[in-house]
Structures are given as C-alpha cells and as structure tokens.
C-alpha cells in the first residue's frame, strides 16, 4: 500500500542554524504535499504545501521542495528560533482517493538555546 | 473566528468500555476527518464525514464509528474498548473535500484505557 516515510525523527539544532527533514512518498501520482507543524497540546496546524507542477515554495524563512523523480520532497527552516520547537508531519495524497492524506510519522525538531 | 472544538479533552476508561467523542468543526466547514495518533506512528486516518455521509475510511477495526449531523457536527465511538486504543484522537475540518484544502485540527482528545 500506499507509504510516506520521514527521516529523521528526532532533530537537534542551534539556534540560527538551519533544519532540513525529509519525506519519501510511494504514489507516483500523488500531487498535493503539505506540511505541518504541531506544538505541544495542539493539534497539527498547516504550515507549508507545495504541488506536484513546482518544484520549490518558499514563505520566509520556511521552503518545502519536491523531487517528483525520485518521489521525495523536503522542508527547510533557515535561521531557526526557539518557537520552531515542535513536531513536523509531512503528508501526500493518495490517487485512489482523491480526498485523502497518508501521513509520515513526525520529525520532532529541537532547537538548542 | 472559533477554531475545531474538541471535548473531551481527557478521557479514562476501563477496557470492554465504550466511548464517544465530539468534535464541532470551524463554521461553515462541511468536512470532518478523524485521525488516531500515538507516539512513533503519526497520524492514522479513521474516516471522513461530508455533508452527514461517510466518504472515505481508514483501516480501522468495526469497533471505530462515527456519524455527522446535519450541522456538520461529528461524533466517533470506539466500542470493547482495548488498551492498544489509548491514543490522542484528532479531528480536522475542511471547508470542502479535497487533499488540496487545508485542515484545521482541533486540539484532540486524550483516551487512556486502563
């Protein structure tokens, strides 16, 4: 079936410096990738989606890219801040159901003072 | 503009139980989804609800159910409740369906089964 992978899962980096995490996607056809982020005792909120006719999107320090060759698509946080403390879920479509998101399992990113 | 209301915010129960969870999605919004979460395995679809229908559901035994009124409120219900279904339970709502419309989640409901 259809599977998102996220690498990795636990991230640890200094304040200012920069966060990368990745996501691997199975569907060939999946067009819709979005990313959220969920702060401790909140529900996950959308930070950043990007589809499948562009290849990069960038909202201020956050950029997601998506490589539809190799089914991958990643999210960078330049000059990290404390409140960007949180975990990451990374998410695509899937084709069979046009209405559906499969998940990967989280990054949970930590910024060090 | 109210956010996703979901309530309980906690819940204990004892295994064999059953329980029920609420969700009152953002105004005007017609779309429900549930999710399970659990530390290591993200976010596991339960199902979604569409104008009081249930379109789409996840690989969840028949013990998960759920059901939307006619003002998009939603309700889920875990019947012989197991101690593998503690979890955070999510509910997020869309102004319409489509994997391209964002979710708004609410804060979820914490389930422990003792």
């Known amino acids: 079936g259809e599977n998102v992978e996220q690498h990795p899962s636990t991230l640890s980096v200094q304040e200012g410096d920069s966060a990368v995490i990745k996501c691997t996607y199975s569907?060939?056809?999946?067009?819709?990738f979005p990313w959220y982020k969920q702060e401790l005792g909140k529900g996950p909120q959308l930070i950043i989606d990007?589809?499948?006719n562009v290849g990069e999107k960038k909202d201020q320090r956050i950029a997601v890219t998506l490589n539809k060759t190799a089914k991958h698509f990643s999210l960078h946080i330049t000059e990290t801040q404390p409140e960007d403390s949180a975990v990451y879920f990374c998410a695509a479509s899937i084709t069979r159901s046009n209405y559906q998101l499969i998940w990967g399992a989280g990054t949970k990113l930590i910024i060090k003072p | 503009k109210a956010g996703v209301t979901q309530t309980p915010r906690y819940l204990i129960k004892t295994r064999g139980q059953q329980v029920t969870l609420s969700c009152s999605p953002i105004s005007g919004h017609r779309s429900v989804s549930w999710y399970q979460q659990t530390p290591g395995q993200g976010l596991q679809f339960l199902f979604e609800y569409f104008s009081e229908t249930q379109r789409n559901k996840g690989n969840f035994p028949g013990r998960f159910s759920g059901r939307q009124f006619s003002n998009s409120r939603s309700e889920m219900n875990v019947s012989t409740l197991e101690l593998g279904d503690s979890a955070l339970y999510l509910c997020?709502?869309?102004?319409?369906?489509?994997?391209?419309?964002?979710?708004?989640f609410g804060q979820g409901t914490r389930l422990t089964v003792v």
């Open positions: 569907d060939s056809a999946s067009n819709y």
């Open positions: 997020a709502s869309s102004l319409e369906r489509g994997a391209g419309t964002e979710a708004f």
């Open positions: 990007i589809r499948s």
